[in-house]
């Protein structure tokens, strides 16, 4: 299993570099340049000097691996001083946002916790409802319980989050004013009434995103456990006499976790990802919401740094997915 | 031993056992799949009744029906004094230790996440207080019993072989000491080789435990080495049934004989049985014919066949058919079975 994981992680090299590639030319490639977003008023020999100090002008390939070597050896030099207090890092250009002229990683920073309360919460509830749903919804397979969840399960993963997020900001803040529709980044939770503030301002975002994300897990759920329960080995669980209980919670679920694991993992990643469109909708002060307005803003660096960190994940959870197959499943072996 | 009858230890009336169909928009109950149509039988305690008939007779829905492992539509199947199909759900979880069975895909039927020793310790963990290491004793023993060396209790399912898996699933079966076993099939699965060594197991076991065995199979050759009777069924209706060596020599029932004819004799110096071939298709179980199940292709076919269903009666001693060929004549004389037959040989073109 170690080999194998070492083995997978050497591969992922290559691939992220590739990616990386890729994501630069991509952006680079993409219509909309930083000198765009300087005012006209500003004389051309200066806007020509703001450029030059940005880099920009450099040919792509410069570019490329100056980021490479910005975010492989500057940026995790900076968290290794920040961390153990250190100089290592001292004189090095770090990855600079051209909106903030701040360090990309120092927003990631700021932006990372809000997108980890609430995308985080939302999954974690989201696993909470769809497991119990889909386990029963499968053991009384065409029941008035498995249609309801089917057509709920249906209708949360069709209807897009910026729907369901405006109707839900209409019917519980404008009409009912039971909760906020604006996520107030600034709140500090001290005390029991800043907690209970805290919870009340992420309720509207965090039930958007459960339900999505509770829609597909249920799904698959549902229908790995009815693989499940039509093989023989449940017929045997229940010629031995097992409980009903027994049979369907150890012998059919554990069997069926093995899809349900895998699309957990693969959904990690979104969490660290944010949900783009809902913290937008919320006005949630996340890693997506900084996504969108990097892109708004043609700030090369931020957009570049973070889809090269998504894609990281993703690979990453790939590889978590694999381990867990090989633990959740005594037929695979990886050796 | 067929005529005194202390009371049988499995003793089946009349046990029915419809699949619905729902078709349409609305899904409506429109019919039902008549896998099994009332089947009787009894089997008295230490004997093997070997259950026979082609692929979809319904063999495999009577052994779990038996077991309850299906809902049965209507019947009883009294198993050690108790109706099995009545039972209210955890009356009936008390009663599984005393039935057990073994299964026809020793790789599916087996969960593949549980070692060995899980598999077998299940049904210990639930029906019976021993402590760790008794079970951990027992189901050594039980592997012992089976032939599989106790290294392998921590293994997992894949790791073994077909035939090693089966002896998995018989150890499994006999861990809570039951009377009645149903074996649907058990061998199907295995190479030659192997059959034979799991056949032998099973009697071996008979002979030690005392075990009372409902044999399903389609090996002719392999029930007629292990069954003391023999019921042949034909699309959810036993056709015969007979002791073993009476229904080998001489088949009664005419779909019986035709089943037969299909067996090779070994001996090449010893006349071959002329081997009779079927015409036609097994009629579907959701839409039998109206009378005698097997009278679309019965060579032996008459008018009373197409109109009435035989019912399962006692021809000879021992020997039960349900066929007209041999209900018409007044039943308990002896000997009535050449002038029967020769009797319908003039009816039958």
Redesign the interface.
């Known amino acids: 299993m170690l080999t194998y994981t070492l083995r997978r992680l050497l591969l992922a090299i290559p691939t992220l570099l590739l990616i990386s590639l890729a994501i630069f030319l991509l952006v680079d490639l993409a219509p909309g340049s930083p000198a765009s977003e300087i005012p006209l008023t500003v004389p051309p020999e200066v806007k020509a000097k703001i450029l030059e100090a940005m880099g920009v002008n450099q040919p792509v390939w410069v570019r490329y691996v100056l980021w490479l070597k910005q975010f492989f050896v500057v940026e995790p030099l900076v968290g290794w001083d920040s961390l153990f207090g250190t100089h290592y890092s001292e004189g090095m250009q770090r990855i600079i946002s051209y909106q903030s002229r701040a360090p990309v990683f120092t927003t990631i920073g700021q932006r990372i916790p809000q997108t980890l309360t609430v995308i985080g919460s939302a999954y974690a509830i989201g696993i909470l409802i769809a497991l119990p749903i889909g386990i029963y919804s499968a053991y009384r397979q065409y029941s008035w319980f498995d249609q309801l969840g089917t057509f709920i399960a249906m209708v949360g993963y069709s209807v897009p989050t910026f729907f369901t997020g405006v109707l839900l900001i209409v019917i519980f803040s404008v009409n009912l004013g039971w909760f906020p529709s604006i996520y107030d980044t600034t709140l500090k939770v001290v005390d029991w009434a800043s907690f209970w503030k805290q919870v009340h301002q992420m309720a509207l975002p965090v039930t958007v995103l459960a339900l999505f994300n509770a829609a597909e897990i249920s799904r698959y759920t549902r229908s790995s456990m009815l693989e499940n329960l039509s093989q023989d080995y449940v017929r045997t669980a229940r010629a031995k006499g097992m409980t009903e209980r027994t049979v369907v919670l150890k012998h059919v679920l554990r069997n069926s976790l093995i899809p349900v694991v895998t699309i957990i993992a693969l959904g990690m990643p979104t969490i660290f990802g944010g949900a783009i469109i809902t913290e937008q909708v919320f006005k949630v002060n996340g890693i997506g919401a900084a996504l969108i307005g990097a892109i708004h803003g043609n700030d090369l660096p931020m957009v570049q740094t973070l889809t090269f960190i998504f894609a990281t994940l993703i690979v990453l959870f790939n590889l978590v997915a694999d381990v867990l197959y090989g633990f959740l499943d005594p037929r695979i072996r990886y050796d | 031993m067929l005529d005194a009858l202390p009371a049988p230890l499995v003793q089946v009336e009349d046990l029915k056992m419809y699949f619905p169909i729902h078709t349409g928009l609305l899904r409506r109950h429109t019919g039902d799949v008549k896998a099994v149509d009332g089947v009787s039988f009894s089997i008295p305690a230490g004997e093997t009744l070997g259950l026979v008939g082609e692929s979809g007779c319904g063999k495999s829905t009577v052994g779990?029906a038996l077991?309850r492992?299906y809902e049965v539509t209507g019947g009883r199947v009294v198993i050690d004094g108790e109706d099995v199909a009545a039972l209210a759900p955890e009356a009936l979880?008390?009663?599984?230790?005393t039935m057990?069975?073994v299964?026809q895909?020793p790789q599916?039927?087996?969960?593949?996440?549980m070692s060995v020793a899980a598999i077998i310790a299940?049904?210990l963990d639930?029906?019976t207080p021993l402590s760790r290491a008794q079970k951990l004793e027992r189901v050594y023993e039980l592997m012992d019993a089976v032939g599989l060396n106790r290294r392998f209790a921590n293994r997992?399912p894949?790791e073994f072989s077909g035939g090693q898996r089966q002896r998995i699933?018989i150890a499994?079966a006999l861990a809570?000491n039951p009377k009645f076993i149903v074996c649907d099939e058990p061998i199907a699965a295995l190479d030659v080789s192997i059959q034979a060594q799991v056949v032998n197991l099973l009697e071996d076991l008979q002979t030690r435990l005392g075990l009372t065995y409902l044999f399903i199979s389609h090996d002719l050759s392999m029930v007629r080495h292990i069954a003391d009777r023999v019921a042949v069924m034909y699309l959810g209706r036993i056709a015969e049934l007979s002791p073993r060596d009476a229904l080998y020599d001489r088949p009664l029932h005419p779909y019986a004989e035709a089943l037969l004819s299909a067996v090779n004799e070994p001996d090449p110096n010893r006349a071959r049985r002329a081997r009779i071939i079927l015409k036609g298709d097994v009629p579907s179980p959701a839409n039998p014919p109206q009378g005698c199940n097997f009278c679309t292709r019965c060579p032996k076919v008459f008018d009373l066949c197409r109109a009435v269903k035989p019912d399962l009666t006692e021809v000879e001693p021992g020997r039960h058919v349900a066929c007209h060929l041999f209900s018409k004549p007044p039943a308990g004389t002896t000997g009535p079975r050449e002038a029967t037959e020769h009797n319908q040989q003039g009816v039958t073109q």
């Not at chain 2, 979880?93 to 230790?97: E, L, S």
């Not at chain 2, 599916?108 to 996440?113: C, D, G, T, V, Y």
Request: glycine content about 4%; cysteine-free; charged content about 35%.
């Open positions: 779990r077991l492992l979880r008390k009663k599984r230790p057990q069975m299964f895909d599916a039927s087996l969960n593949p996440r299940e049904p639930e029906h997992f894949h699933g499994r809570l």
